[in-house]
T-cell receptor
Framework: AQTVTQSQPEMSVQEAETVTLSCTYD???????LFWYKQPPSRQMILVIR??????QNATENRFSVNFQKAAKSFSLKISDSQLGDAAMYFC????????????FGKGTRLHILP | EAQVTQNPRYLITVTGKKLTVTCSQN?????MSWYRQDPGLGLRQIYY???????DKGDVPEGYKVSRKEKRNFPLILESPSPNQTSLYFC?????????????FGPGTRLTVL
């Protein structure tokens, strides 16, 4: 069974600085999708960025980018120029392509932005 | 407006009293899913549905039932709720199963079982 691990329950970063949130996963599948979701205090889940496993190129969305290392099964999220509005819980998620269509989330990393 | 709606948003109930949390999406999505969120455990998938009349168990299906009679609705049923089902519940939908499609989440339902 697939698993997703976020080893940092909480992190803090100074406003305007860069922070990296880690995510590792375990799977025997060769094709899958990976996602980062943001959950601000409003509790709404918001997609931040997504990556297809068969694509070598790392996904980028404005200030958000990922470092996808397929062999290492690592999918870290980098937030550049951190802003106060980035303060939230961040979840890494794995979506299977082969077999069943379960979606597995990590336990989350709470990110604090220090003014 | 494209959205996933859940009702009720908040619910306090007692052990054993059957309840249903409704979920509806207006985006003609095929895939719908229920999650529960608990502190320190992240989101865990309860059930999912790849299309009408097709449902499958997620990681924590015990104590829950679902049905998918119409494409837009995916209710979550707790036949005999227990205190360990106190949680924050999210319904989500995406266009297709097994794809890169974004999941759209409902606003969440905070359930307390006394």
């Amino acid at each position: 069974a697939q698993t997703v691990t976020q080893s940092q329950p909480e992190m803090s970063v100074q406003e305007a600085e860069t922070v990296t949130l880690s995510c590792t996963y375990d799977t025997s599948e060769s094709d899958y999708y990976l996602f980062w979701y943001k959950q601000p205090p409003s509790r709404q889940m918001i997609l931040v960025i997504r990556q297809e496993a068969y694509k070598q190129q790392n996904a980028t969305e404005n200030r958000f980018s990922v470092n996808f290392q397929k062999a290492a099964k690592s999918f870290s999220l980098k937030i550049s120029d951190s802003q106060l509005g980035d303060a939230a819980m961040y979840f890494c998620a794995y979506r299977s392509v082969e077999g069943d269509d379960k979606i597995i989330f990590g336990k989350g990393t709470r990110l604090h932005i220090l003014p | 407006e494209a959205q996933v709606t859940q009702n009720p948003r908040y619910l306090i109930t007692v052990t054993g009293k059957k309840l249903t949390v409704t979920c509806s999406q207006n985006m003609n999505h095929e895939y719908m899913s229920w999650y529960r969120q608990d502190p320190g455990l992240g989101l865990r998938q309860i059930y999912y549905s790849m299309n009408v009349e097709v449902t499958d168990k997620g990681d924590v299906p015990e104590g829950y039932k679902v049905s998918r009679k119409e494409k837009r609705n995916f209710p979550l049923i707790l036949e005999s709720p227990s205190p360990n089902q106190t949680s924050l519940y999210f319904c989500a939908s995406s266009l297709l199963a097994g794809a890169l499609n974004e999941q759209f989440f409902g606003p969440g339902t905070r359930l307390t079982v006394l």
